[in-house]
């Protein structure tokens, strides 16, 4: 099954990085885009949380492909959550890293 993906993004400060959720039939899929990921799209090192949101939301369907791709693929972490980060970007949409 495809990913439905949810409007639910919020900051994670215990990981510098952003979540958003998405839903695979009845199953919960958290997706956490890394902050390298989110720096490779522009954030800066200095950041806050509501930038790093924001750049979150305006490469939102770029980080969605990718975590359906990974998702797919069976790329998760023992948790369930698909994490996208830098290495992610660069393979799969050809960007050179940070």
Known sequence: MSLRFVRDTVYL??????????????????????RSALMLLGCGH???PGRMVEKFEHHRPMIESAAAFKHRNG????????????GDLCAL??????
Do not use: Y
């Not at 949409?93 to 940070?98: A, I, N, Y």
């Open 13 to 34: 400060p215990d990981h510098h990085a952003v979540k958003t959720t998405a839903l695979d039939g009845n199953n919960v899929v958290p997706c956490v885009t890394t």
């Open 93 to 98: 949409f050809g960007f050179s890293g940070v």
């Open 75 to 86: 790329q998760h972490w023992q948790s369930g959550a698909v994490i996208i980060d830098e």
């Open 46 to 48: 200095r950041d806050d």
